[in-house]
């Protein structure tokens, strides 16, 4: 069987640090798959890893088959991975329409002489065409049409977080990583958030997420994968998470 991301012995060392050790992993179409684990324990790098912000020290990742080892960011994200960031990476000057469709102008085609937009010819203004039509429809996903002339600086936190999903929806992804997404957000915005990441994957959307709201990650994931001090050690359905001897000792503090 071809997993749609498969991860294979893949290791990251910083210096002394061995931030993700030998991990092997899958992420199959259509699912919803949670990474827990504790403070360092390498999840926001093995998202780097999968989506080409930080180069493998050894191992691979594949994509539809295809390895992404060595490749750039912007060449991963034209194969179909999209992603958020555990920190927002908004442009607080630009407007909430132009952050969005930087997600669009990234995946798609150079226009004419490699153009922003395409320049003035009809291949240009088709281009510019389906830009807009990416941003008007991942605004509309998230539910930020009626600010798209604002400046995303004057946005609360919470709709900051649907922005940066909205840019990574706009590149049309196959499978999404989502990092830390509810991370800043009160209750009734986590719930709300939760429904949606749910909408999205009930339209057809590989997600992945890193999420240290347990609840969260429990009660809308189909499968968790855990890590602890660079090492995968353990990987399953929630249910068989929450009694993990390792997952206890390890995430939650319970000796085994």
Avoid at 79 to 87: A, M, P, S, V, Y
């Amino acid at each position: 069987m071809t997993h749609l991301l498969d991860v294979r012995n893949a290791s990251r060392r910083f210096g002394g640090v061995q931030a993700v050790n030998d991990v092997t992993a899958h992420v199959d179409e259509g699912e919803l798959v949670g990474l827990i684990g504790p403070n360092g324990a390498g999840k926001t790098t093995l998202f780097n890893l999968m989506s080409g912000f930080t180069p493998l020290s050894s191992g691979t990742v594949a994509f539809a088959g295809r390895t992404i080892n060595g490749m750039k960011p912007n060449q991963v994200a034209r194969l179909g991975i999209g992603r958020t960031f555990q920190n927002l990476r908004v442009f607080p000057n630009m407007s909430v329409f132009d952050n969005v469709s930087v997600g669009a102008v990234g995946t798609l085609p150079q226009g004419p002489a490699g153009a922003l937009f395409g320049g003035f010819t009809k291949a240009g203004s088709e281009r510019a065409d389906a830009i807009s039509r990416r941003t008007w429809e991942a605004l509309e996903a998230v539910g930020l049409t009626h600010l798209a002339g604002e400046l995303a600086a004057n946005l609360p936190y919470g709709q900051r977080k649907y922005l940066e999903i909205a840019r990574a929806l706009a590149m049309r992804p196959r499978f999404l990583i989502l990092d830390e997404p509810a991370a800043g957000l009160n209750d009734t915005e986590t719930r709300a958030l939760a429904a949606f990441i749910k909408r999205l994957h009930g339209q057809g959307l590989t997600i992945m997420l890193v999420e240290h709201d347990m609840g969260l990650v429990m009660g809308i994931c189909q499968r968790i994968l855990v890590l602890a001090s660079g090492r995968k050690i353990a990987d399953g359905p929630p249910d068989a998470i929450r009694r993990d001897p390792a997952v206890l000792e390890a995430y939650l503090g319970v000796e085994s």
